[in-house]
C-alpha cells in the first residue's frame, strides 16, 4: 500500500511549491478524471497524517497503478496532502465507508475529495467521542478521499496543507 521513508535519506520527493487549494481537489470529476492514492502516518505519538493522491485523465491503465514510472510522469499529476494534526481517521477498502457510514443525511462538496458540512460518520465517532464537550471553541471538519479501492474520512480542527509533488517512490514522512 505504502512506503514510508524521511526526507533526509535521499531525494524521493521534490515539490513545485505550488500549494493547491483543498477546493482545487474537490473538483476533480469521476467522469474525466482517475484517481489512486496511498496514506502513512509518521507515528503513534504524532497526530501526523500524510495522504499521497494520483489523478490522471488518460483511461484506466498503468499509469495509476504505477504513478512512479517514467513513463507516466506527464500523464498523472500528484498531490501531497500534509494533516498536521486530525481528531480521527477511518479507512475503508473496496468503498465499503460509503456503504457503512452514508446516508441520505450527509451534505459535502466534491466527489473523490470531499469536504462535509453533515456527516453520520461524524455523528457517529461524537457520541462515542463527543469532541465539542472538550474542545468547545474547536470547528471539526469532516474530509474525505474516495477512491474505487479505499475511502479514507479524516476529522480535523486543522485544513490539510496540498502541494503538488514529484514521486519517485512512496510517501515520504519527516
Do not use: C, W
Not at 504524532?46 to 498503468?62: F, P, Q
Request: charged share 30%; net charge negative.
Amino acid at each position: 500500500m505504502y512506503t514510508a521513508y524521511n526526507k533526509k535519506e535521499g531525494d524521493d520527493i521534490s515539490s513545485t511549491d505550488r500549494e493547491i487549494a483543498f477546493e482545487e481537489l474537490m473538483n476533480i470529476n469521476d467522469e474525466d478524471e482517475f484517481v489512486t492514492m496511498e496514506y502513512g502516518t509518521q507515528n503513534r505519538a504524532d497526530s501526523y497524517l500524510a495522504i499521497i493522491l494520483h489523478r490522471s485523465t488518460l483511461a484506466r491503465n498503468y499509469a495509476l497503478i504505477n504513478p512512479y514510472d517514467d513513463e507516466f510522469k506527464n500523464d498523472v499529476k500528484t498531490y501531497r496532502i500534509d494533516f498536521e494534526t486530525y481528531i480521527a481517521i477511518s479507512v475503508f477498502q473496496e468503498e465499503f465507508g460509503g456503504m457503512l457510514f452514508s446516508d441520505d443525511s450527509d451534505i459535502y462538496e466534491g466527489t473523490y475529495v470531499r469536504r462535509y458540512k453533515k456527516s453520520a460518520l461524524y455523528d457517529a465517532m461524537d457520541k462515542v467521542h463527543p469532541f465539542k464537550r472538550y474542545y468547545p471553541d474547536s470547528d471539526f471538519v469532516h474530509y474525505a478521499f474516495v477512491t474505487g479501492d479505499m475511502q479514507i474520512d479524516i476529522i480535523s480542527v486543522t485544513p490539510p496543507t496540498i502541494k503538488e509533488v514529484h514521486l519517485k517512490k512512496g510517501i515520504i514522512i519527516g
